[in-house]
């Protein structure tokens, strides 16, 4: 072969390579859920075909899941009322069945919750994209579900499968490795498992057999600061937020409910209020951080549209990329600007520029703002308590024709709790009128050995069983519920509630429950062990900054009505009973051998009774499941609606004319 010919067919092979077009195209996770998601009705207010222009902040978060994307770990930190979950942990799984088929982990804080979001969500998500003919066993077939491959808990597809457990079970996710693993509300995981560590490591460490295709998405919902999972991984990564222009100067800047400039000048959202201080919701609108000028809820589309995200951090996980999103973002028909006003007006009292709720203000810098709350140290003051003391109403009567005048209903239910020593048992007996304002009508002791059933529990029997208060208008009024607390001489609370099949319950009280619940329903095992049909773990810290709220921040304004909790004594109280409210401090607590910060709890100075104090928080307790078990049973809601429930017992109330 001459060179000539050489050089000839050399050519010929260039100019063939040259025409050569690119063999595969990746597509991306928005794209493909765009392509093929179908929205239905009855779970979002945009139904139809999914689409990111609606949401385009979405984008860059799902799209750093395709594998050309070099980053391994995403964490999301955000409010809720967003549609993040199905823009982005549902887009997510949803891609890696279809379209890039690989084994996923999905972890959420407990099992029944991993299980409702399969059958809600992903179930749903599968049928509206069309690929339900992909879930079925990839090992054998058979009749039976367990052979299916389409479960409660999991989907098997071509390429792959779907296990989805709660965090509590480490052994269960702990059988297979996965390349892609999602963590969803990470903040209501426990902080560490007994014998296995942390969630967070476990569920790297399953991933660590992919460690260099790897996919992780972490999604919450912040909680505590001090012990916030999602913020700690937030602050690992590059922190991004997310940059939208002012319409008047162009400038961009990321949307904030409340800033300050160095001359005291503010931006975010303002308004304007009435004579009354409530706000005049056509004035509502957002301030540019720079030109001042006002943007309106509607404006937003042609400013979100524009927007982008800027990392405002170094990460000091140079594969992790983080972001921060609040429903301050949201396009108009979602929770809009007007919306945050209303809500922050149930948590601040702006005519005197203070908290006026404690539990809503934590809330709204949780849910709204997509914040951590920093827990602080604090205790109650006997001056202040004494304050709640009412000239005319005196221990064991019903006021109702001051109940009426200052909350605006007569008391409508009477509840007692019982706080069980070694020696005596402490009841308390609080009414309770509209929007919870309550009224303390007894507080006393009984004394006995508590373990010996002939003692104190027959006359306690007697007294929530004969028991009536009689009103100044005529109404007579019996014990709807009780509490018992079941800390001290356990066998013989359980057996003293067993004597009743509904109304006396038993409860024991925990520092936390995962979630901030107010309260949980003993394990079907314990119940059947201890033959109780119900019992219930109470969340004595949220339950005490309630009180702690009510007796410390609470501002009536005589000519108004008394605010919700509002809490009122009779005149006639001791000051001993008052001064049982100081015996508890707020504090940090940390682990003795890291010092690391552990949680923030009420604490009990040693040698101080803190009997009031604890049976008022198991009185709020007992009220809360009663309302919850009424709104349920009674008015047919899924779960507890507060202003509802007042309503509702308000035109039938709990006394007999």
Same mark, same amino acid.
């Given at each position: 072969?001459?060179?000539?010919?050489?050089?000839?067919?050399?050519?010929?092979?260039?100019?063939?390579?040259?025409?050569?077009?690119? !063999?595969?195209?990746?597509?991306?996770?928005?794209?493909?859920?765009?392509?093929?998601?179908?929205?239905?009705?009855?779970?979002?207010?945009?139904?139809?075909?999914?689409?990111?222009?609606?949401?385009?902040?979405?984008?860059?978060?799902?799209?750093?899941?395709?594998?050309?994307?070099?980053?391994?770990?995403?964490?999301?930190?955000?409010?809720?009322?967003?549609?993040? +979950?199905?823009?982005?942990?549902?887009?997510?799984?949803?891609?890696?069945?279809?379209?890039?088929?690989?084994?996923?982990?999905?972890? +959420?804080?407990?099992?029944?919750?991993?299980?409702?979001?399969?059958? =809600?969500?992903?179930?749903?998500?599968?049928?509206?994209?069309?690929?339900?003919?992909?879930?079925?066993?990839?090992?054998?077939?058979?009749?039976?579900?367990?052979?299916?491959?389409?479960?409660?808990?999991? $989907?098997?597809?071509?390429g792959?499968?779907?296990?989805?457990?709660?965090?509590?079970?480490?052994?269960?996710?702990?059988?297979n490795?996965?390349?892609?693993?999602?963590?969803?509300?990470?903040?209501?995981?426990?902080?560490?498992?007994?014998?296995? #560590?942390?969630?967070?490591?476990?569920?790297?460490?399953?991933?660590?057999?992919?460690? $260099?295709?790897?996919? =992780?998405?972490?999604?919450?919902?912040?909680?505590?600061?001090?012990?916030?999972?999602?913020?700690?991984?937030?602050?690992?990564?590059?922190?991004?937020?997310?940059?939208?222009?002012?319409?008047?100067?162009?400038?961009?800047?990321?949307?904030?409910?409340?800033?300050?400039?160095?001359?005291?000048?503010?931006?975010?959202?303002?308004?304007?209020?009435?004579?009354?201080?409530?706000?005049?919701?056509? +004035?509502?609108?957002?301030?540019?951080?720079?030109?001042?000028g006002?943007?309106?809820?509607?404006?937003?589309?042609?400013?979100?549209?524009?927007?982008? &995200?800027?990392?405002?951090?170094?990460?000091?996980?140079?594969l992790?990329? !983080?972001?921060?999103?609040?429903?301050?973002?949201?396009?108009?028909?979602?929770?809009?600007?007007?919306?945050?006003?209303?809500? &922050?007006?149930?948590?601040?009292?702006?005519?005197?520029?203070r908290?006026?709720?404690?539990?809503?203000?934590?809330s709204?810098?949780?849910?709204?703002?997509?914040?951590?709350?920093?827990? +602080?140290?604090?205790q109650?003051?006997?001056?202040?308590?004494?304050?709640?003391?009412?000239?005319?109403?005196?221990?064991?009567?019903?006021?109702?024709?001051?109940?009426?005048?200052?909350?605006?209903?007569?008391?409508?239910? *009477?509840?007692? !709790?019982?706080?069980?020593?070694?020696?005596?048992?402490?009841?308390?007996?609080?009414?309770?009128s509209?929007?919870?304002?309550?009224?303390?009508?007894?507080?006393?002791?009984?004394?006995?050995?508590?373990?010996?059933?002939?003692g104190?529990?027959d006359?306690?029997?007697?007294?929530?069983?004969?028991?009536?208060?009689?009103?100044?208008?005529?109404?007579?009024?019996?014990?709807?519920?009780?509490? *018992?607390?079941?800390? &001290?001489?356990?066998?013989?609370?359980y057996?003293?509630?067993?004597r009743?099949?509904?109304?006396?319950?038993?409860?024991? #009280?925990?520092?936390?429950?995962?979630g901030?619940?107010?309260?949980?329903?003993?394990?079907?095992?314990?119940?059947d062990?201890?033959?109780?049909?119900?019992?219930?773990? *109470?969340?004595?810290?949220?339950?005490?900054?309630?009180?702690?709220?009510?007796?410390?921040?609470?501002?009536?304004?005589?000519?108004?009505?008394?605010?919700?909790?509002?809490?009122?004594?009779?005149?006639?109280?001791?000051?001993?009973?008052?001064?049982?409210?100081?015996?508890?401090?707020?504090?940090?607590?940390?682990?003795?051998?890291?010092?690391?910060?552990?949680?923030?709890i009420?604490?009990?100075?040693?040698?101080?009774?803190?009997?009031?104090?604890?049976?008022?928080?198991?009185?709020?307790?007992?009220?809360?499941?009663?309302?919850?078990?009424?709104?349920?049973?009674?008015?047919?809601?899924?779960?507890?609606? &507060?202003?509802?429930?007042?309503?509702?017992?308000?035109?039938?109330?709990?006394?007999?004319?």
């Amino acid at each position: 072969m001459t060179e000539a010919v050489k050089e000839k067919d050399i050519n010929f092979l260039i100019e063939q390579f040259a025409d050569l077009k690119e !063999s595969k195209k990746i597509e991306l996770p928005s794209e493909y859920a765009e392509r093929v998601r179908t929205l239905p009705p009855e779970l979002t207010p945009f139904p139809g075909p999914f689409s990111y222009n609606r949401f385009p902040y979405f984008r860059e978060i799902v799209d750093s899941l395709a594998s050309i994307d070099p980053i391994k770990e995403i964490a999301v930190m955000k409010g809720n009322s967003l549609g993040a +979950t199905t823009a982005i942990l549902e887009t997510a799984i949803l891609y890696f069945i279809g379209c890039e088929p690989k084994p996923q982990l999905y972890i +959420t804080a407990d099992s029944e919750l991993a299980k409702t979001s399969i059958e =809600i969500k992903v179930d749903r998500m599968i049928d509206g994209a069309g690929l339900r003919h992909l879930i079925f066993s990839q090992t054998k077939k058979g009749k039976g579900s367990e052979d299916s491959g389409d479960t409660k808990t999991s $989907k098997q597809y071509p390429g792959g499968f779907l296990y989805s457990y709660g965090s509590r079970s480490p052994a269960r996710f702990r059988s297979n490795p996965y390349p892609v693993a999602h963590g969803d509300e990470v903040d209501a995981y426990p902080e560490a498992i007994k014998k296995e #560590g942390d969630v967070i490591s476990l569920i790297r460490s399953r991933t660590n057999a992919y460690s $260099k295709t790897r996919k =992780i998405l972490w999604i919450s919902t912040p909680l505590v600061e001090q012990t916030s999972k999602i913020n700690v991984l937030y602050l690992s990564g590059d922190q991004r937020k997310y940059f939208v222009p002012c319409p008047h100067c162009g400038e961009y800047q990321d949307l904030v409910w409340h800033g300050v400039h160095e001359d005291g000048s503010v931006y975010g959202v303002i308004w304007e209020n009435d004579e009354l201080f409530n706000p005049k919701i056509e +004035t509502v609108a957002y301030k540019c951080k720079y030109c001042g000028g006002l943007i309106k809820n509607y404006d937003k589309p042609g400013i979100i549209n524009r927007g982008e &995200w800027r990392p405002t951090a170094k990460p000091t996980n140079p594969l992790m990329r !983080s972001y921060h999103i609040s429903p301050l973002y949201n396009p108009p028909g979602m929770y809009s600007w007007e919306d945050f006003v209303f809500e &922050w007006c149930e948590c601040w009292d702006i005519e005197h520029n203070r908290l006026r709720d404690k539990e809503k203000y934590r809330s709204f810098r949780n849910l709204k703002q997509g914040l951590p709350f920093t827990e +602080t140290g604090t205790q109650l003051k006997y001056e202040r308590t004494l304050t709640y003391k009412r000239t005319g109403f005196a221990r064991g009567h019903i006021p109702n024709e001051m109940a009426k005048l200052n909350s605006g209903s007569v008391i409508l239910i *009477v509840i007692a !709790s019982v706080d069980v020593q070694k020696d005596k048992l402490f009841v308390d007996v609080k009414g309770y009128s509209a929007n919870g304002v309550t009224w303390s009508l007894d507080f006393f002791e009984i004394k006995g050995d508590t373990a010996d059933f002939n003692g104190p529990w027959d006359e306690l029997e007697k007294y929530i069983g004969e028991k009536t208060f009689t009103s100044d208008d005529g109404h007579v009024y019996k014990i709807v519920m009780t509490m *018992v607390d079941s800390g &001290w001489n356990t066998q013989y609370v359980y057996a003293f509630a067993s004597r009743y099949s509904s109304g006396i319950y038993a409860c024991k #009280g925990a520092d936390y429950l995962r979630g901030g619940e107010t309260f949980k329903l003993f394990n079907k095992s314990t119940l059947d062990s201890i033959a109780l049909q119900k019992a219930y773990h *109470v969340n004595t810290c949220k339950m005490k900054d309630k009180i702690y709220n009510a007796l410390n921040n609470s501002v009536w304004n005589t000519h108004e009505l008394q605010p919700p909790w509002y809490p009122n004594f009779p005149e006639d109280y001791r000051d001993d009973y008052f001064k049982q409210f100081e015996a508890e401090n707020k504090v940090d607590e940390y682990d003795r051998k890291t010092f690391r910060y552990l949680r923030t709890i009420w604490k009990a100075k040693q040698g101080i009774p803190n009997h009031a104090f604890d049976t008022y928080n198991y009185n709020l307790a007992a009220l809360e499941i009663f309302a919850d078990s009424y709104c349920r049973e009674v008015l047919r809601l899924p779960g507890l609606e &507060w202003d509802l429930f007042w309503r509702d017992i308000k035109a039938n109330p709990f006394f007999e004319s």
